[in-house]
């Protein structure tokens, strides 16, 4: 099955900077990819997704990028506020059809300092 | 609006018990998910279900039950065989080309 490893487990960064979260999955057949944010005591809210035959997408502040020959995709987020802090997620699935289920990395925590 | 509801928010269960956390849908999706998180192990898949009437064992389906009686309707038993009960759950569901949407979750904690 599929395996997501999500680097690193933490990051700390002050207002401004900008702040990168980086996943790797297994499975080549692999072909949706979303990102997911989590504050403290609710659930995740997806964030920005990509599928595999696009090679980076923004929304605002928030990017990310796919290489599908390394199996890597990151989530880029630029001039970072506070209420970025939070936990983020990112996720695999393949065949996406909408019932297909996703594997989930184990999340970074993202610290934000004023 | 449309969303997800999960219920109760928190929970507490004796040992031996067997107690049933609620997830309901207004979407009108059909495939439905019960998660579980856990500090540091990100979230793990329980039971996921595609149509009413039909359920798949995720990665750590032990010591678990559902039901699918109804479209908006995902309930996870949680019986006394699971030896460690104590996490956050959450119930997604998804339709079509995109990311599933979550519920606000529910804690369960084994006094």
């Known amino acids: 099955g599929e395996n997501v490893e999500q680097h690193p487990s933490t990051l700390s960064v002050q207002e401004g900077d900008s702040a990168v979260i980086k996943c790797t999955y297994s499975?080549?057949?692999?072909?949706?990819f979303p990102w997911y944010k989590q504050e403290l005591g609710k659930g995740p809210q997806l964030i920005i997704d990509?599928?595999?035959?696009?090679g980076e997408k923004k929304d605002q502040r928030i990017a990310v990028t796919l290489n599908k020959t390394a199996k890597h995709f990151s989530l880029h987020i630029t001039e970072t506020q506070p209420e970025d802090s939070a936990v983020y997620f990112c996720?695999?699935?393949?065949?996406?059809?909408?019932?297909?289920?996703?594997?989930f990395g184990k999340g970074t925590m993202l610290l934000v300092s004023p | 609006d449309g969303g997800i509801t999960q219920s109760p928010k928190y929970l507490f269960r004796k040992e031996g018990q067997n107690v049933t956390l609620s997830c309901e849908q207004n979407?009108?999706?059909?495939?439905m998910y019960w998660y579980r998180q856990d500090p540091g192990q990100g979230l793990r898949l329980i039971y996921y279900?595609?149509?009413?009437?039909?359920?798949q064992k995720g990665d750590i389906a032990e010591g678990y039950s559902v039901s699918r009686e109804k479209k908006e309707s995902f309930p996870l038993t949680v019986t006394s065989a699971q030896k460690n009960p104590t996490a956050f759950y959450l119930c997604?569901?998804?339709?079509?080309?995109?990311?599933?949407?979550f519920g606000s979750g529910t804690r369960l904690t084994v006094v």
């Open positions: 996720a695999a699935s393949g065949k996406w059809s909408g019932y297909s289920t996703l594997t």
């Open positions: 979407l009108n999706h059909d495939a």
């Open positions: 499975d080549s057949a692999s072909n949706y």
């Open positions: 990509i599928r595999s035959n696009v």
């Open positions: 997604a569901s998804s339709r079509g080309e995109r990311g599933y949407t």
């Open positions: 279900s595609q149509i009413v009437n039909d359920f």
